[in-house]
């Protein structure tokens, strides 16, 4: 049985994804924005050590993509989205996967790392994942100058703030959110490792339901984490003064009456 844990307006569970979605009212959620596994090591034959396998495990892989895509369509409200991370050895999974549910891909984000990450002998070495964007009927984009390549510094080992092996950018998904959702809304991130998307969810002003199978995941880097930027929130909130007194908050002096807005300000592009 999945465990629920209530983090102000997130709502966490440790559980198997397609248990967990399979209780979610239907057109409950804005947007599904998730970073699924992409499948390294899935081989059932040939060598065990290789990161991927045959056309076999792909096919094999696709079907179980293809289940959990199905229930989060079946959560997204008419004008919702899907945000889905991959790789170039995912990305043919994904789309077959897709195209097993009848779901069209609308868009492929390229996010530019702006950094070389490491690679073997016969190959390049990779500095970029992408974003399957598919919407329901009504969806659309409103920012229109929204390009296709997103850029955001990420180093690997020497950017991440958590243990986990695959942790994103806090800046990226509040870029993905940003682009799909408005304020108040829903998000739902059915593969929440390390809560990244629970804490940018957070600094958007939106609600946010996660699910993670992993209960050192779950327990020691996601609730931690949305709990964290739930709290560090308060330390933002509006200090109220009273007529001709002053507050001083971090590094700004405030003038009578002052009210700081508790959301932090979101620059343009990722920070280096």
């Known amino acids: 049985m999945a465990e629920k844990v209530v983090i102000g307006n997130a709502e966490l ?3 198997d994804c397609l248990e967990v979605m399979a209780e979610l009212p239907p057109m409950s959620v804005d947007a599904v924005i998730t970073d699924p596994p992409y499948m390294i090591g899935a081989i ?3 060598d065990a050590s290789a990161k991927a396998g045959g056309w076999a495990d792909m096919e094999n892989s696709a079907w179980w993509y293809a289940e959990w895509l199905k229930l989060a369509r079946r959560s997204l409200k008419q004008d919702g989205f899907a945000c ?13 996967a897709f195209s097993k549910v009848k779901w069209q891909v609308d868009s492929l984000m390229i996010w530019d790392k702006e950094w070389i990450g490491p690679a073997g002998p ?9 974003v399957l964007f598919a919407g329901m009927p009504d969806a659309k984009i409103d920012n229109r100058s929204a390009s296709d390549i997103y850029r955001c ?6 950017s991440k703030t958590t243990a986990h092996a695959a942790e994103k950018p806090v800046d990226v998904m509040r870029h993905l959110i940003r682009l799909t959702t408005n304020a108040g809304d829903t998000v739902l991130d059915c593969f929440m490792g390390s809560g990244t998307t629970g804490e940018a969810a ?14 050192e995941y779950f327990h020691g ?3 931690p984490r949305v709990t964290g930027a739930q709290a560090q929130e308060q330390m933002f909130a509006a200090p109220k003064v009273g007529a001709g007194d002053t507050a001083v908050q971090g590094d700004m002096l405030l003038p009578a009456n002052a009210e700081l807005s508790g959301r932090r300000p979101y620059p343009d592009d990722c920070p280096t």
Request: aromatic content about 14%; glycine content about 12%.
């Open 202 to 215: 957070h600094l958007e002003g939106r609600r946010f339901i996660g699910i993670e199978r992993e209960h």
């Open 44 to 46: 059932s034959t040939g």
């Open 122 to 130: 016969r190959q390049l070495r990779p500095t970029y994942e992408v």
């Open 153 to 158: 510094r990420w180093m690997a080992g020497n």
């Open 13 to 15: 569970w440790q559980g």
């Open 221 to 223: 880097i996601a609730v």
């Open 84 to 96: 889905v991370f991959g790789n170039w050895r995912s990305l043919p999974t994904l789309l077959y």
